[in-house]
């Protein structure tokens, strides 16, 4: 039920990720009106798709917290338990960021040594990928929450990226460790201690470079570092495709169209589908909430992979292997 979208997007997604082979879903919300989005799709007897009825959702507009007591019966809070009790081996959702970080909090519980949950987006740069981390679930940190995140964030790139030996890079307003708020100052010294190759201070020019595998920084900051980054590739797409058409005679053609296409596919944030939240014991992602149907699909596969993958036993593996250094 969550998204812009919801449940249109969702569901259609979620068929077309089933349709891939690779997974079965089941649907969280309430039963008539997603049995109803169901029928409009012809017969899905044999797929492996199914409804678990919740009557409740939490909307944009509330508290989490308050939402989640008030309403036991929320559909994050039973997609959590469904996936916690082993019905389903990863949780995916679009809606409340705060309300999925909470329910996945209170069913999953903490990794050991994790205070703060974080959600980990990889972006794309240019030498391949990085991971960004916190990306919206925490507001507020402290220096050694964002040593955390580093930690999380360099097993993580270990397990999903494949970096053998991860950079990892304190976004702030300049290179010198002199520069930022205190919260940065604190942290970079804290880091620099740390069981990590921590390169600095990165600024935020430098994101999608690839100087650094994992950037860290606290969910305020992240959340409106990746938004402007959405926003500033959806402008320069446009600029782009209207000065080609104003300029250049063959802009319609096959070739510049792929080319189009390709460009689209590495900075599309709904190639990637969502985000995970590290530091939980169990696989959870987190969507835009703006999620097309491609989103929600590649969402659902990424969550399948990292279940087949073992993430959070690996990350927990990395974790106590960071601690003991």
Do not use: W
Not at 41 to 54: F, Q
Not at 115 to 130: N, Q
Request: charged share 25%; proline share 5%; with cysteine.
């Amino acid at each position: 039920m969550g998204g812009d979208e919801a449940p249109g997007a969702i569901v259609i997604g979620a068929l077309r990720a089933v349709e891939t082979g690779r997974v079965g879903v089941t649907l969280v919300g309430p039963a008539d009106r997603l049995k109803h989005e169901l029928d409009g799709h012809g017969p899905l007897d044999h797929l492996p798709i199914h409804i678990a009825d919740a009557p409740d959702s939490v909307s944009m507009d509330e508290s989490p917290l308050a939402a989640l007591r008030r309403k036991p019966r929320t559909s994050i809070k039973l997609a959590m338990e469904i996936a916690a009790r082993g019905d389903a081996q990863a949780a995916f959702s679009a809606g409340h960021t705060g309300a999925t970080l909470l329910a996945a909090h209170a069913t999953f519980g903490a990794l050991a040594g994790v205070d703060r949950p974080a959600l980990a987006v990889t972006i794309p740069t240019l030498k391949g990928s990085s991971v960004l981390l916190d990306a919206g679930a925490n507001v507020e940190c402290r220096a050694d929450h964002l040593v955390q995140f580093g930690i999380m964030g360099a097993a993580y790139a270990r397990v999903a990226l494949g970096a053998p030996d991860p950079a990892v890079g304190l976004l702030s307003i300049g290179e010198e460790a002199s520069k930022g708020n205190e919260l940065i100052r604190e942290a970079h010294a804290a880091l620099a201690r740390a069981p990590l190759r921590f390169i600095g201070n990165v600024e935020a020019r430098e994101l999608f470079s690839g100087r650094a595998d994992v950037i860290v920084c606290d969910g305020f900051t992240g959340n409106i570092a990746l938004k402007v980054g959405e926003g500033l590739v959806e402008t320069v797409e446009t600029m782009l495709r209207e000065e080609m058409q104003a300029t250049m005679p063959g802009a319609g053609t096959p070739s510049s169209l792929d080319a189009f296409r390709r460009l689209r596919r590495r900075v599309d944030y709904a190639e990637y589908g969502g985000a995970p939240l590290l530091g939980i014991a169990g696989v959870t992602i987190v969507a835009h909430g703006r999620s097309s149907p491609r989103a929600v699909e590649n969402g659902i596969v990424m969550a399948a992979r990292l279940a087949e993958d073992r993430v959070i036993e690996r990350l927990t593996e990395a974790l106590a292997g960071e601690s003991r250094e």
